[in-house]
């Protein structure tokens, strides 16, 4: 079956893991956990570490509990999707490789004005920078391009290249269509809205006005407790894990404002200190392996 | 002679960083040929997103041969010495020659340095060039990145062409050989182009569409965006900032024009532009009458096979995103009061030591209130000012300025106007901000400039209070900002008001600072009104001369002050009466002469002016002056002697007279009066009789002269 990827979204994604798969990418499956950004997917955050070459792609489901607009607004919502593409080391021709992807989906470089236009990226919560752009199209951005320099605290040697492309707003572009829940789903009439329409209410209502706040505030405490119970039994992947809940966590507190400006930063600091322990605790676990395998890269 | 071309390929370079790119290239440039002695004439450098070129025009075939010599070490040191010394030059023992130094035969090598190929030089410069390259922000990328010792560079270093004349400089830089092929533009012309060299580097390029000079490009961003803006009959809102970021995010540039639902223009205009803006780079447009059009022009990086339909109506849709997200803040933000967004305000810490900025808010309309009453600021409504003061920090807590914080101040004034608040509060809401540094425009509406002035005031009370003082470069909370907002306010307007009696009740415990964090806080004044009028194109040595008299907290009665010095000094009188001065002070402190200042107690002071400019001390001598002058002389004055004694007697009071009533330039006339006198008295008169009690007296006299200069400014400040 031809695949219509510029009037399906769910043929966009499958042309997007053709494509991938077909440069060599592991096409993986998203994490099962709630997260804010598909950077906190294992596959991305701890395979960025260390010397091994790691090529994948994968969708990630987001949340954003203050994005949402109980279904309202035609382009903001608290779950979404981002496509990631992780290449390390980046190749020299990633530019290429991406612009490709983008013809394979349906936009044409000669019609539409693509560009590279500066944005660095910072995660404090996951002691992570980079440089590189947001890509344009026609004055939208598509996606993010980060040459990750630090992760958890560690330099990254190599290098890795990310891609994350914002699938709805693409898909919207490609499709033509203004508003998120419009877009057409299967290629066959089924839409976005018939799809989350009734999610996004229910999930705005819950993020802002239903969530036991006690019972949040008691999760996040337990979360950092099994971050650091983990840590100590050196499980530095399930130590990551309570890592993201307490980050998810977080994030819902917010959406219910309950945390003052005061206690944001505090809060922050706790995220990122058990982010950033899990990090190291894996680089620790692994280095001795990596070392062996890559001399160069413990100079 | 041949002309040298350099380009440096790399991943798109930020628009921001690419003029500091451009001088940074020629330096090292620059310094790497000097270093190497290659005589370097006219550089020409360009920057595209996507690559830095440099053209340095008649270089040099080949560096010329030197001789050097070197002198070492004595005939007779030790061995390892002379080695060491060959060692150093490069030289075997046996081609080092005696000399005789000084009646000593030293060692001297004689080396010769052949001229080198400049080619050669350049491949060397080049890697250097590239790894010495500063970079706002560098970064690492590829397989070699697995080091940290890996080439850093702004994004990922792609290609090096390299032609002296015709010819390939064949140099590598972290794995990218030098070649003669470069790329034209990325999706026009993807393929690889072959370049001559420096003659042709342009010229193949813009064939593949791409304008290497940002000149160029920014002209035809410039032109072609008023062009396509009067063919649909409108006026382009000029912005060179944009020009110069477009220009740097293309290499073909194309300005379309679009159009947006005229709907959005319920929205604020400023709100629509700085959308537009910050977050799309586009250009906005006015109609006719001046007013801002449903319009929009964006710079594309391609000749679209549409002619641009599809880019222009993408973007479109972009912006229609924006400003509806716009619109609906601004729908939002009016269905609440001001007056209720402030109790927000509690929640937000204005700094962990000084409360929250409804702390702050509360100090700030008791401060306006008060500078009112007392008549600090004139003509201004009480109630007005405070009601100003208390809304002015509201829109903090809209979603326009959460969303757009460049737009507080002016967004609360339109949120004042649209639930019918009064002008003056909605002006002064609007413009509290002001003046954001030199240059800004200076309120002058009364209500506006009460709480504008209590608001800075407040923040630089506060903030010294708690001992949060700049330092060096670093000032977080704009504190010299504020001061020099505070001088302007004062100067504009002709405020007038000691600052050291500037107080209102405390709130919450917080007070106006007393002892030494006030002190600062009127040093600092002092400061920043130096550096303020030194930009103004005071002279320094004046601003010093009118300070050191100590003790001036007004502001206004200073600079008058310092404009009526430069005035004088800048006539004939003033410079001679200056001279003057000074030939009276040296002779003074060449004999020590204290005379009565030398019968008070001394305090340690070893500069006897310094008694004079404390101002407990001065009146005790001038007490003791009068007694004197009352008392006459014992002799018969010569009448150069009497006629600048009966000068003085009449400058004294004159000069105090005007300086009681702030008439400056009448005080420099009376110490103009005193200009002939003196003159005619150095002239004729021997300071340093024969006679002590005839010695005394003219020292005295002299000191009394200094004296009354003091009472205008401090001479002795002043170069020259």
Redesign the interface.
Known sequence: MDRNPSKSFQDMILALHDFWSAQGCLILQPYDMRMGAGTFHTATTLRALG?EPWNAAFVQPCRRPTDGRYGEN??RLQHYYQYQVILK????DI?DLY?ESLRVIGI???????????D?WESPTLGAW????EVW????EVTQFT?F?QMGGF?????A?ELTYGLERLAM?IQGV?NVYDLNFNGRGVTYGDVFLENEKQMSKWNFEVADTDALFDLFRKAAAECRNCLDNNVPIAAYEQAIEASHVFNLLQARGVI???ERASYMAQVRDLARGSCEAYMAKEAPRWAEK?P??S? | MSDFLLELRSEEIPARMQAGARAEFEKLFRREMDAAGVEVGEVTVWSTPRRLALVAQGLPESTRAVSEEAKGPPEGAPDAAIDGFCRKNGVTRDQLELREIKGRATWFAVIEKPGRATRDLLAEAIPAIARDFAWPKSMRWGAASVSTGSLRWVRPLSGIVAILGEELVECAVDGVRSGYATLGHRFHCPGEITIGGAHDYAEKLRACHVIVDQEERAALIREGAQKAAAKAGLTLVEDEGLVIENAGLTEWPVPLLGRFDEAFLDVPPEVIQLTARTNQKYFVCEDEGGKLANAFVCTANIEAADGGAAIVDGNRKVLAARLSDARFFWEQDRKTSLTEQTKKLERITFHERLGTVAHKVERVAKLARWLVEEGIVKGANPDLAEQAARLAKADLVTEMVGEFPELQGLMGGYYARAEGLSDEVADAIRDHYKPVGQGDQVPTAPVTVAVSLADKLDTLRSFFSIDEKPTGSKDPFALRRAALGVIQLLETNSLRCNLSAIRSEPVDGMPWPTGEPERGLLDFFADRLKVQQREAGVRHDLIDAVFALGNEDDLVRLLARVNALQAFIATEDGANLLAAYKRASNILKKEDWRGIEGEIAQTGEEDPLAIVDDPDLAAVVAAKMAERHASGLSYTPEPAEKALIDALHAAEPEAARAVEQEDFAAAMAALASLRAPIDRFFDEVTVNADEEKKRAARLDLLARFRAAVHKVADFSRIEG
């Open positions: 010397p035609p382009n080391p980046s190749p020299a530019q612009l044409d470089p000669l019609l539409h004005d693509i560009r590279f236009v500066e660095d980079g440089l590189g752009w199209c026609d004055g939208m040459y320099q330099d990254c040697k190599p290098v290249g572009y203004d003052s400006v005061q890559y160069e890269w100079k």
